[in-house]
T-cell receptor, first 114, second 113 residues
Framework: AQSVTQPDIHITVSEGASLELRCNYS??????LFWYVQSPGQGLQLLLK??????LVQGIKGFEAEFKRSQSSFNLRKPSVHWSDAAEYFC????????????FGKGTMLLVSP | KAGVTQTPRYLIKTRGQQVTLSCSPI?????VSWYQQTPGQGLQFLFE???????NKGNFPGRFSGRQFSNSRSEMNVSTLELGDSALYLC????????????FGPGTRLTVL
C-alpha cells in the first residue's frame, strides 16, 4: 500500500529565507506526486505535480520540487518565503490505476516570522 | 469556470443523527472524491464516484455512504453520527484519471455534539 511521510509537523522560517519541506513516499512503481497548500478555512490548492520526465518541477507561487527516486523523496522548496506563504502543506501520492484516489501525508504547518 | 462547491459549509448535529453533504464538481468533471480531514488522522480518503458508480472506497465503516447523480453532483451521507465524525469533509473533482489534477472544494465543517 502506498504511504506518504512528512517528518516535520511545524516549521518556522523567517520572511525572505529559503524553505524546504520534506516528503518521503512509499509506492511500488513510479508514483504520481503532488504538493497541495491549505490556508485556514479553505480547501486544498495544487502547487505542483510530478508524473514523469524532468525530476525538477516548477509550480505556482514560486515553488519547486525535486523527485529523487533513490531517496523516495519529493521535497518542496522556495528560495524566498513571503508572509503570505504561511499555511499547511500536504504532499500526496496518486495511483496509476486510473483511480483519482490520493494518499496524503499528515501535513507540515509553515509559520513565517517577520 | 466555477470551482467545486460544497453545501452546507457548516453543520452542527447531535450523536445518533444522520447528515447529508453535497458537492457540485467543476463542469465536465466526472470524478468526485470525498476526504475526511481531522487533526489526529489528517486527510483520509472516503470514496470516489465516477460516472455514477463508486469505483474506489477507503477504510471507513458502512455508516459512511455516497452517491453520484447523472450531472456528476455527489452527496455523502453519514448515519448514526458519532462524536468522532466531527471533521472537515472535503470534496474533490477531476476528469477521472490518476494523474489528473483534483480540484478541492472549501469543505463542510461538521460538528457532532
Amino acid at each position: 500500500a502506498q504511504s506518504v511521510t512528512q517528518p516535520d509537523i511545524h516549521i518556522t522560517v523567517s520572511e525572505g529565507a529559503s524553505l524546504e519541506l520534506r516528503c518521503n513516499y512509499s509506492y511500488g512503481a513510479t508514483p504520481y506526486l503532488f504538493w497541495y497548500v491549505q490556508s485556514p478555512g479553505q480547501g486544498l490548492q495544487l502547487l505542483l505535480k510530478y508524473f514523469s520526465g524532468d525530476t525538477l518541477v516548477q509550480g505556482i507561487k514560486g515553488f519547486e520540487a525535486e523527485f529523487k527516486r533513490s531517496q523516495s523523496s519529493f521535497n518542496l522548496r522556495k528560495p524566498s518565503v513571503h508572509w503570505s506563504d504561511a499555511a499547511e502543506y500536504f504532499c500526496a501520492v496518486g495511483r496509476h490505476s486510473g483511480y483519482s484516489t490520493l494518499t496524503f501525508g499528515k501535513g507540515t504547518m509553515l509559520l513565517v516570522s517577520p | 469556470k466555477a470551482g467545486v462547491t460544497q453545501t452546507p459549509r457548516y453543520l452542527i448535529k447531535t450523536r445518533g443523527q444522520q447528515v447529508t453533504l453535497s458537492c457540485s464538481p467543476i463542469s465536465g468533471h466526472r470524478s468526485v472524491s470525498w476526504y475526511q480531514q481531522t487533526p489526529g488522522q489528517g486527510l483520509q480518503f472516503l470514496f470516489e464516484y465516477f460516472s455514477e458508480t463508486q469505483r474506489n472506497k477507503g477504510n471507513f465503516p458502512g455508516r459512511f455512504s455516497g452517491r453520484q447523480f447523472s450531472n456528476s453532483r455527489s452527496e455523502m451521507n453519514v448515519s448514526t453520527l458519532e462524536l468522532g465524525d466531527s471533521a472537515l469533509y472535503l470534496c474533490a473533482s477531476s476528469l477521472g484519471q490518476g494523474k489528473d489534477e483534483q480540484f478541492f472544494g472549501p469543505g463542510t465543517r461538521l460538528t457532532v455534539l
